[in-house]
């Protein structure tokens, strides 16, 4: 069952999955997080960790860190403070470090692409890069990796070479949390990077992969190498750019459209009749008005009068 998280919960998630232990000081995540650190505590993303004695000078406004010292009589750790005068009971929360709990977190990437993880997925580079098995991505199979910290020149040195040596898998998707800027990497296997915020519905209140976007990147056809083409499209024409607009359809028959007048353009026959079109499809729409709704992009997509319409290229 995919379990429903917030949506600042899971930008919270990758931010904290980003760090070097995965980790949060409590007090940072009482100061900064007061709402959503409890919400990512109860989900079960955060964890307790290890008790951190290195804590704020809660008396010193310019934010001095101090160690604290367990105190037998009272039972509590405590740090002398000049600017209280005296010794400062550390209060519970600065005691804590929470740490991101990456099973959970690998468990939920699962069930955002239909798949439950019975087992801790095998880790190719330890820390940084996991293999979440074989998945479908529409009528594709596509293999399914997760990896962080990617902007690390070793760290993407590692994921690479792990990629190079792994095989068995179709071509697929290393999903991060790292902001990928979009260096020019050619990863083996032919596996694409896809940014987990990039792939994020929007409008929702809760996270949720939006598998139609990942279907466009993994349908692109070499896009960036043939800058000279007037019409590029994904393998599903989910996706589409023409004269350099880009332009995203989710809907089956809206794509079937789209193919259809794409492979009309590509046989020089660009103009078709709208009727044979949407009847092609099944559509009980009677004009592309209708069989678009309330979304007017198509329209700087497709001509159409006169009973024809075409690719406005």
């Known amino acids: 069952m995919v379990q429903h998280v917030s949506r600042v919960v899971m930008e919270l998630v990758s931010e904290v999955c980003e760090t070097t232990n995965r980790r949060l000081g409590g007090p940072i995540l009482a100061d900064h997080f007061p709402v959503v650190g409890p919400m990512a505590i109860q989900c079960g993303a955060l964890r307790k960790g290890e008790i951190r004695t290195v804590v704020p000078d809660r008396s010193d406004h310019e934010g001095r860190v101090v160690d604290a010292e367990w105190d037998p009589m009272t039972r509590t750790y405590r740090y002398f403070s000049l600017p209280a005068r005296g010794w400062v009971t550390v209060p519970g929360e600065d005691l804590l470090n929470w740490d991101l709990d990456m099973?959970?977190?690998?468990?939920?990437?699962?069930?955002?692409?239909?798949?439950?993880?019975?087992?801790?997925?095998?880790?190719?580079?330890?820390?940084?890069?996991?293999?979440?098995?074989?998945?479908?991505?529409?009528?594709?199979?596509?293999?399914?990796?997760?990896?962080?910290?990617?902007?690390?020149?070793?760290?993407?040195?590692?994921?690479?070479?792990?990629?190079?040596?792994?095989?068995?898998?179709?071509?697929?998707?290393?999903?991060?949390?790292?902001?990928w800027s979009g260096r020019v990497v050619r990863f083996p296997g032919e596996h694409r990077v896809v940014g987990l915020r990039d792939c994020l519905s929007d409008g929702h209140v809760s996270a949720h992969v939006d598998r139609t976007r990942v279907r466009v990147i993994l349908g692109e056809r070499g896009i960036a190498e043939r800058n000279d083409r007037l019409v590029d499209y994904s393998q599903d024409f989910g996706w589409v750019k023409v004269n350099g607009q880009e332009f995203v359809f989710s809907g089956d028959k809206q794509k079937q459209v789209i193919g259809m007048l794409i492979h009309a353009w590509e046989n020089g026959s660009p103009r078709l009749r709208t009727a044979k079109v949407l009847e092609d499809v099944d559509s009980t729409s009677r004009t592309l008005m209708k069989f678009f709704g309330s979304r007017k992009e198509w329209q700087r997509l497709i001509e159409y009068g006169d009973g024809y319409c075409s690719l406005r290229v």
């Not at 792994?166 to 697929?172: E, L």
């Open 103 to 179: 099973a959970w977190f690998l468990g939920w990437i699962a069930g955002q692409f239909g798949q439950t993880l019975k087992s801790p997925p095998a880790s190719l580079v330890q820390d940084h890069l996991w293999d979440l098995g074989v998945t479908r991505v529409g009528q594709r199979r596509a293999g399914l990796f997760f990896a962080r910290r990617l902007h690390f020149g070793d760290v993407l040195d590692q994921i690479v070479e792990a990629l190079r040596t792994r095989s068995g898998h179709p071509p697929g998707i290393v999903l991060t949390t790292s902001r």
